[in-house]
């Protein structure tokens, strides 16, 4: 860890004594374990430090990465039917209503690897973007990731509910949403989905409430951000050193540092991370 920077090694020297303390009580465990999140930024810090080749592919595709990051402020803030791009279909990507750490960023990383030359993908929290704030843990690491944040810590390639003018978005005809760290659409986005899930990626009981869907569910994962790192993983799309930092910082966020006694990561989640 020397090579990094102080935050990182603090983090580190964090993780470490919380890993040191058994007597911390299961009130504040969710809290202690924000923390050991940012400890997973150091693994994706390693892994950008010798993979200069990720920088290289960046500037190759410098100009539509632009574009995409133009498209979705702009489906995002303007609200109007020409905000989004005719020569690609609508692909939304929701985490739950709950909009925790696995549910931001499982929808966050999962719209970028969808997001192709044929797919706008957008991602979508079920909150207003002024109760981000108080996310402390998800705040933390889309900053220690590197992300493009707003004033208030909220990512700013991420579009949120009252953000998005879905009347234009019903006029989509082609559109289609994924649901991640969730299989059953809330009322809200049933209404304008409905009959369109493309995907779920989930590691809930499985509702079966939408037939249509490609189903990836797994009761047992810690995380469904490791079904997330799967399908990077499964694909000639190489995660980015932001995408690696978010993911594995929600799984070990998740898994409790793969604490044994907490009894919360599985060998999956462990590879995902690895």
Known sequence: IAPFSGGVVLAGVMVLDMRLDPKQTSGSSRGRAALVGLAAYSKAAWFHELSKDHEQRDAAS?????????????AC????????????????????EAADADSLVSAYTMAMHLDNAEVQAVAVAQIPREEFHWRGD???????????????????????????????????????????????MTPQVAAVFEGRVQLI????????????????????????????????SSSSQAASPEIGALLAGVIVLDTRNFDLKEKKGTPRDRAAFD
């Open 138 to 184: 998800s705040v933390a690491l889309f900053h220690e990731a590197g992300s493009e944040v707003k004033v208030d810590g909220s990512p700013a390639r991420m579009c949120f509910w009252n953000e998005v003018n879905w009347t234009a978005v019903r006029m989509l005809d082609s559109r289609a949403v994924v649901l991640t760290d969730h299989n059953k």
């Open 201 to 232: 990626l989930d590691h809930h009981a499985d509702s079966k409430a939408h037939p249509e869907a490609r189903v990836v569910l797994d009761e047992g994962l810690g995380s469904a951000c490791t079904l997330v790192a799967e399908q990077f």
């Open 77 to 96: 803030t303007a609200g109007a039917e020409a905000s989004f791009d005719t020569k690609r279909r609508q692909v939304f990507v929701v985490g739950n």
């Open 62 to 74: 410098a100009h539509p990465r632009e574009r995409q990051r133009f498209d979705l402020k702009v």
